[in-house]
Structures are given as C-alpha cells and as structure tokens.
C-alpha cells in the first residue's frame, strides 16, 4: 500500500511538472506546443557571457524567459562598456598574433580596393623560395584561368573570355597591395580566393606575379 501512495505521489508531481511546461491552448486546439511557458535551467540554452559573433542590441529578446531578475531578456546580448555595444574589439597592440598564418586577420572590406593598392606592403622576404612557393601556388590557384604566363590565356579563357592578363594593361602596373586585395576578394567575374588560400599564401604569389611573371614580359 505504501508503494502505491508513493507511486501516485510521484506521478502526480511529474504530471504538474510537465503539464506547467506545455502551452495549454495550443495543446488543447492541436494536441502539442510550441512555446513553453516554462524552460527549465535557461542559462544551460543561453549563455550569459556576451557571444562575440553575434549582436542582439533589443533589450526585450527572450524577456519572457528572463528569471535572472535583470532588466534584459535572455537573449539580449551586446557590451554595454565597448563602444556601439560591440561584443568583439580590435586586438589591442603589440598582442601575439593567433592566425594560423601568422598575420592577424584582414580587415579590410571588398570595397577598399583603392585604399588597400596604396597602403599595403608585401610583409614577406620576398626570395628564391618566396618566389618559387608563389609559382606552385600560382600554378594551382591561378594558371587555369591567367595562364602560365600571365596573358589570360588560361583554358577558362577559352569558355568565358575577357580573362585578364597580369602582364599588359592596367594590371602590369598595379602595385602588390592591389594584387592581394584581388585575391582576397575577386574583381568582377573573378571569385574571392580568401577562404583558399591564407595571406601568407597570397602574399607568396603576388610576389611570383610581381618579379617572375611581369618583369619577364617587361624584358621582352
């Protein structure tokens, strides 16, 4: 008998516990929730420390769910000490670096190409093991559609056409900077190459174009 009672006991107690957690109209019109009116530990969904990647500025986000007694709902998450509210700041100078490559990560946007042709300078040494890593590189990455050369007369330029060449034109005077920001982002039909290859990478291959490719042309 005393089973029984502490049986029921606890059946009772989970069924107040569950029921509290179901949206009663909902669960009455179509036999299921989709809101609970209860989420147990919230903290364990929503973290209380501010999410770098991500910016919620409304104060109200996930107020239903706040049991923290705070006046900002559980997904609220911006620094209200950093300047905008942002939750990630500039590295602060002279701290180690954490690429994987060595360089801290650029910054500069797709439409910063004027700016990064006068102010980038190729942070690299540029030798015969620069240069000869840049051809590799080059061979891989770009020698389908610019050619082997340099003269955009790469296979793809047979399919597609207008294909530039890195050794006449505009581009045989561009300067380095220019070159790398190209890579990172890709000029018009050409695609952004950032996500392939690190800036050491795109570094070591506008040092190929620069002293190997365009000079040669030059002394034709």
Known sequence: MRNAY?????YLTLTVI???CVDQKKFENIGTHEKPNVEFAPNMYHSVAYE???QITDTDAGLWLNSNGSDTGEFYNSNPYNPHKMNMREPAANTVRFNN???????LPKDCLDYAAKTLVNPLKVNDKTIEDGKILYAKFCAHCHG???Q???PVNDALKGVASLTTGSVKDATPGHIFHV????????GAHGSQLNQEERWKIVSYVKENLQKAEAQQ
């Not at 502490?6 to 606890?10: A, D, E, G, L, S």
């Not at 490559?101 to 910054?107: K, S, V």
Request: glycine content about 18%; cysteine-free; overall charge positive.
């Open 6 to 10: 502490k049986y029921t006991y606890i």
């Open 18 to 20: 569950f029921s509290s």
């Open 52 to 54: 770098p990647l991500t």
């Open 101 to 107: 490559d060595g360089f801290l990560p650029y910054r």
């Open 148 to 150: 082997e050369t340099g």
């Open 152 to 154: 955009g007369d790469g």
């Open 183 to 190: 890579i990172t982002w890709g000029k018009g039909r050409m």
